[in-house]
T-cell receptor, first 113, second 115 residues
Framework: KQEVTQIPAALSVPEGENLVLNCSFTDSAIYNLQWFRQDPGKGLTSLLL?????REQTSGRLNASLDKSSGRSTLYIAASQPGDSATYLCAVISTDSWGKLQFGAGTQVVVTP | DADVTQTPRNRITKTGKRIMLECSQT?????MYWYRQDPGLGLRLIYY???????NKGEISDGYSVSRQAQAKFSLSLESAIPNQTALYFCATSDNTGFGYNEQFFGPGTRLTVL
């Protein structure tokens, strides 16, 4: 059974510092991995989708890497801003899951001015 | 306008009541999903539908039912609500083009409280 873990559960950094968020999964047989952002009490905003054949994806200040063989993905946010404060979730679609996303519990990020 | 909408956004109900949560999308996607989010447990899949005639149970379907009225509409019902169904409920959609499974897009969520 696929398990997705995000460590740490919470992170606080000063403005301007680069953010590094980690996601690990136990079964490397995945179709893709998706990173989301969630603001308190709000919905999920899709940030990046990495297909299993890709090593990384970039969008603006965000860069996500994928090492399928080791079961790891890392989300980098460059030059963090207070507006980056949110909970970041990763989720995978395993090849035996019929398209269902399996989520980690998330990392809560606070960027202090 | 939002691509994936959910109604109501907030609902307080009493134990034993029947309640329906509705989801509509304008993205033209065939696939739709219902998830619930609980503190410390993350998001878990309740039901999913790959097209109008296809409905499947997720990992926590007990106590819930769904209806796919059209490609754009997917409703979740709680036949007899109980307090442990208090949670944040999300609808999501994805298309079915290409190999494998594609990016999922989420609605804003419905906060449900069962007293």
């Amino acid at each position: 059974k696929q398990e997705v873990t995000q460590i740490p559960a919470a992170l606080s950094v000063p403005e301007g510092e680069n953010l590094v968020l980690n996601c690990s999964f136990t079964d490397s047989a995945i179709y893709n991995l998706q990173w989301f952002r969630q603001d308190p009490g709000k919905g999920l905003t899709s940030l990046l989708l990495i297909q299993s054949s890709q090593r990384e994806q970039t969008s603006g200040r965000l860069n996500a890497s994928l090492d399928k063989s080791s079961g790891r993905s890392t989300l980098y946010i460059a030059a963090s801003q207070p507006g980056d404060s949110a909970t970041y979730l990763c989720a995978v679609i395993s090849t035996d899951s019929w398209g269902k996303l399996q989520f980690g519990a998330g990392t809560q990020v606070v960027v202090t001015p | 306008d939002a691509d994936v909408t959910q109604t109501p956004r907030n609902r307080i109900t009493k134990t034993g009541k029947r309640i329906m949560l509705e989801c509509s999308q304008t993205k033209g996607h065939d696939r739709m999903y219902w998830y619930r989010q609980d503190p410390g447990l993350g998001l878990r899949l309740i039901y999913y539908s790959f097209d109008v005639k296809d409905i499947n149970k997720g990992e926590i379907s007990d106590g819930y039912s769904v209806s796919r009225q059209a490609q754009a509409k997917f409703s979740l019902s709680l036949e007899s609500a109980i307090p442990n169904q208090t949670a944040l409920y999300f609808c999501a959609t994805s298309d079915n083009t290409g190999f494998g499974y594609n990016e999922q897009f989420f609605g804003p969520g419905t906060r449900l409280t069962v007293l």
